[in-house]
């Protein structure tokens, strides 16, 4: 959707890309609810519990299969009520029973991935997920610029890729299913994976309700807007994610030797200070350039908002790689109330501070919300297992790219050269201050 963003900002207006974005806003709702959590349980169960894979596949993927179905139907059923609630008329009904049923399928791709990354097979995560943007990017390509379908166009186009690959996770996924079928391993799976649901279901509340109070507030065009600032901002929560698909993995296998490991892991969150300051700085420097190359004018209303939800993304990912106690003693339904209780105050700061604000009062919910959140996570995961992270080194690494991003505000340059030339320095400084002032150690330098 990212590398697409110059294409739908030229050919969808302002108002178009709103309803675009409810619409992916609605499925990343729904594939929690129809995977609840299973996804991660997996491999919680077969790599820390070291259960038998095939029962293990073959009993969640059934399940997901089954509830899915019927979740879909009812959806599908209830779209033209939906679409009243959300858009004040029944025009986007199709679209939103299209969105259900790309939701339901998606589900085998979830299944796929969590195989691979049971089994630590990288490479193939890595083909199959980049095969997927890559042929999602042709058959988008394909509706919107040729057959010019517009909203309805991406959606069937969605629906489309995501059948390609349902066909193709299945193909995999065959070999690893058997008719064994475990009810008490199903018990022990949901166990685990409804509190996962529930922590994706409001982490993603918390991502997208937003753009419902917006609609409902002032309307799809600022919804358009927003959404595309938001996508920019979200590139930290994509380069933070991808890093903890394959550190979730490593961290139960090393988990199994406590005090070897406690030393491991207090020095991740540091790391992940460390690279994602930079990225989050680099983001927030050349805010202005991004939006002119990848949107028109009637877009750039959207600069202000990306430094605040690159913050809020910075302060998210810190849970990734700080959730060792939660995740590894099966008590992921500690997160539950924490996330639940962030979407509930995401929503409630939502509507305070967008009837005055508009979108940037939404941004600054996101903020407010995902702040509070880092925090009760930390506070709760050390209780659970009490690990030393270098909190003074990520304050002074967090300080740092304020004040860099803080200096490039004061300096008055109207030359596109001259500004990106300063930026570069400044973003360039980043990793040369970090070095200076320690907050790399000898023995890590070293290694």
């Not at 409001?202 to 065009?221: E, K, N």
């Not at 109330?337 to 995401?346: D, G, M, R, T």
């Not at 939502?350 to 940037?360: H, K, Q, S, T, V």
């Not at 002074?396 to 570069?424: C, E, F, N, Q, R």
Request: a positive charge; hydrophobic letters at 55%.
């Amino acid at each position: 959707a990212f590398l697409l963003l110059p294409v739908y900002t030229r050919l969808l207006t302002p108002d178009d890309y709103g309803v675009l974005s409810i619409m992916h806003a609605s499925g990343h709702i729904l594939r929690p609810l129809i995977v609840m959590g299973l996804g991660q349980a997996l491999i919680w169960s077969v790599i820390y519990r070291e259960t038998d894979s095939k029962t293990a596949y073959s009993t969640a993927f059934y399940f997901i299969m089954a509830q899915g179905i019927i979740l879909t139907a009812v959806l599908t059923g209830l779209a033209p009520k939906l679409s009243m609630m959300i858009f004040g008329d029944a025009n986007q009904v199709l679209l939103l029973r299209l969105v259900a049923i790309t939701s339901l399928i998606e589900s085998i791709e979830t299944m796929v991935m969590s195989h691979f990354r049971v089994r630590g097979r990288a490479g193939r995560f890595a083909l199959l997920a980049s095969s997927r943007v890559v042929v999602g990017i042709a058959l988008n390509v394909l509706f919107l610029v040729v057959f010019r379908q517009g909203v309805e166009g991406l959606i069937v186009a969605h629906l489309i890729t995501a059948a390609i690959f349902g066909v193709l996770g299945l193909i995999i996924l065959a070999p690893n299913l058997g008719s064994a079928f475990s009810t008490p391993l199903l018990r022990s799976i949901l166990l685990y994976g409804i509190p996962v649901m529930v922590i994706q279901l409001s982490g993603m509340i918390l991502t997208v309700a937003d753009r419902y109070i917006l609609q409902r507030f002032i309307g799809s065009f600022e919804v358009g807007i927003y959404s595309l600032g938001y996508s920019v901002g979200l590139v930290v929560h994509l380069v933070a994610l991808s890093i903890q698909l394959a550190w979730l993995p490593h961290m139960f296998q090393r988990a199994k030797d406590k005090a070897a490991s406690e030393y491991e892991f207090g020095k991740m969150l540091t790391y992940y200070a460390a690279f994602i300051g930079f990225i989050s700085l680099g983001i927030c420097l050349m805010a202005d350039e991004i939006l002119v190359l990848l949107a028109p004018e009637a877009y750039h209303g959207a600069t202000g908002i990306i430094p605040v939800i690159v913050a809020a993304y910075a302060f998210n990912g810190a849970c990734y790689f700080t959730n060792s106690g939660m995740t590894t003693q099966n008590k992921v339904y500690y997160a539950a109330p924490l996330v639940a209780s962030a979407a509930l105050l995401n929503i409630v700061m939502n509507f305070l501070l967008i009837p005055g604000y508009g979108i940037m009062g939404a941004a600054a919910a996101t903020f407010i919300s995902y702040a509070l959140l880092s925090i009760l996570h930390v506070t709760v995961n050390q209780r659970l297992w009490r690990i030393r992270y270098q909190y003074g080194r990520v304050a002074v690494i967090a300080a740092m790219a304020a004040i860099l991003y803080g200096v490039s505000l004061l300096l008055p340059v109207k030359s596109l050269v001259a500004a990106l030339a300063i930026k570069t320095l400044l973003l360039a400084a980043f990793p040369i201050l970090i070095w200076i002032f320690g907050l790399v150690h000898d023995r890590e330098r070293s290694s």
